[in-house]
């Protein structure tokens, strides 16, 4: 079946610009996660969506980012005034409900790749 | 300091030798322990999943967990060309704890 997807696989933006990321999680992945690779940084936890609750934001590295995610499946990550060091890999994973080994399978997506000049 | 690390190499080693790979962390209620691996421009993938200390086998892998000092181990034996790639450490405490925290990783490349 269809794996997670991500758009654009790449964006370059110039600095002070708002961008939009794209997440579609697997079907029936209630889940979804979004994480920030650097280089050299390893992958860091930004937001954690699951079913309705409330999304656990506590990842989000400045208030000029968000995320939202619209009937319980498409996420949107928004970076508002782009800085260089938001240039990184923004990965996106899903995985189905909490509970047992399930929970930690989360499958990634390909990630986007922003470019902040 | 941070909470896990990980030596990110880049390790070149010959096709058939066993690689060993690891991660040191520094909190003590870390009780999952995963790997995860990365192939260039793709998301990582879980490779193995293992609870508290011990040891646990899936083919040619081998993870291993020694909470007493804090580090964990991968073990591949007969490397293969296709095991190159970036191995990422990752670990939780909390069963139910949603984030995970993950080592930089370390390249790997297995020569022919």
């Known amino acids: 079946g269809a794996g997670v997807s991500q758009s654009p696989s790449n964006k370059v933006t110039e600095k002070g610009k708002d961008v939009e990321l794209r997440c579609d999680p697997i079907s029936g992945h209630t889940a979804l996660y979004w994480y920030r690779q650097s280089l050299g940084q390893g992958l860091e936890f930004l937001i954690y969506f699951q079913g309705n609750s409330a999304p656990d934001k506590s990842g989000l590295p400045s208030d000029r980012f968000s995320a939202e995610r619209t009937g319980g499946s498409v996420s949107t990550l928004t970076i508002q005034r782009t800085q260089q060091e938001d240039s990184a890999v923004y990965l996106c994973?899903?995985?189905?409900?909490?509970?047992?080994?399930?929970?930690?399978?989360?499958?990634f997506g390909p990630g986007t790749r922003l470019t902040v000049t | 300091q941070k909470e896990v690390e990980q030596d990110p190499g880049p390790l070149s080693v010959p096709e058939g030798a066993i690689v060993s790979l690891n991660c040191t962390y520094s909190n003590s209620a870390f009780q999952y322990f995963m790997w995860y691996r990365q192939y260039s421009r793709k998301g990582p993938e879980l490779l193995m999943y293992?609870?508290?200390?011990g040891n646990k086998e899936d083919g040619r892998f081998t993870a291993q967990v020694d909470k007493s000092s804090k580090y964990i181990s991968l073990f591949i034996r007969d490397s293969q060309p296709s095991d190159s790639a970036t191995y990422l450490c990752a670990m939780s405490a909390d069963f139910g704890n949603e984030k995970l925290t993950f080592g930089t990783g370390t390249r790997l490349t297995i020569i022919p």
């Open positions: 293992t609870y508290s200390s």
């Open positions: 994973a899903s995985s189905l409900e909490p509970g047992g080994i399930a929970f930690y399978e989360q499958y």
